[in-house]
T-cell receptor, first 112, second 110 residues
Framework: EPEVTQTPSHQVTQMGQEVILRCVPISNHLYFYWYRQILGQKVEFLVSFYNNEISEKSEIFDDQFSVERPDGSNFTLKIRSTKLEDSAMYFC??????????FGPGTRLTVT | LAKTTQPISMDSYEGQEVNITCSHNNIATNDYITWYQQFPSQGPRFIIQGYKTKVTNEVASLFIPADRKSSTLSLPRVSLSDTAVYYCLGRSGSARQLTFGSGTQLTVLP
């Protein structure tokens, strides 16, 4: 069964550093998403991406965040200058249409 | 869902039917309501999706009344492996933003 993959599984970084989280969506999917989940809290939407551009974003997704699909397979989330409050699990998801989303295993980001 | 309410937790015994309700009084009028299951340290996993009335698949049923202000996920004959957090997901507010509910921790007891 095809699946969404994410790397790395765990990223530790110092406050102020840039991080790039990587995702490989399911190959025939057209919609891509990033979510985050702070420890013990619910999953929160960050951004969706379709047709090589952001289709929607939440208020969490400020100028410190960016997404890119640099080639035909990867989908990345960049945080330019990390803050302590960016520590969370980051999930990538993809979907063929606008409904059922397939989530990756997540990247745990720890900002120290 | 901007003003969503899910029970924080529920306990059940193996073999019982479990119903989890999500109240969403500000849902967008023309979008699906989707339910996901999440195990610790894993990404959410799709369970079922619907727009109105009743939808059933091999693992669950979803009931959505005509006013769409709530939805109820029904899990028939739960087992220990169904212990997880269950989230509803929909679009809400003027921006119709994707929003997860607060989540319900279901614990299935032997």
């Amino acid at each position: 069964e095809p699946e969404v993959t994410q790397t790395p599984s765990h990223q530790v970084t110092q406050m102020g550093q840039e991080v790039i989280l990587r995702c490989v969506p399911i190959s025939n999917h057209l919609y891509f998403y990033w979510y985050r989940q702070i420890l013990g809290q619910k999953v929160e939407f960050l951004v969706s991406f379709y047709n090589n551009e952001i289709s929607e974003k939440s208020e969490i997704f400020d100028d410190q965040f960016s997404v890119e699909r640099p080639d035909g397979s990867n989908f990345t989330l960049k945080i330019r200058s990390t803050k302590l409050e960016d520590s969370a699990m980051y999930f990538c998801a993809s979907s063929a249409g606008i409904a059922e989303q397939y989530f990756g295993p997540g990247t745990r980001l720890t900002v120290t | 869902l901007a003003k969503t309410t899910q029970p924080i937790s529920m306990d059940s015994y193996e073999g019982q039917e479990v119903n989890i309700t999500c109240s969403h009084n500000n849902i967008a009028t023309n979008d699906y309501i989707t339910w996901y299951q999440q195990f610790p340290s894993q990404g959410p996993r799709f369970i079922i999706q619907g727009y109105k009335t009743k939808v059933t698949n091999e693992v669950a049923s979803l009931f959505i009344p005509a006013d769409r202000k709530s939805s109820t996920l029904s899990l028939p004959r739960v087992s220990l492996s169904d212990t997880a957090v269950y989230y509803c997901l929909g679009r809400s507010g003027s921006a119709r933003q994707l929003t997860f509910g607060s989540g319900t921790q279901l614990t299935v007891l032997p």
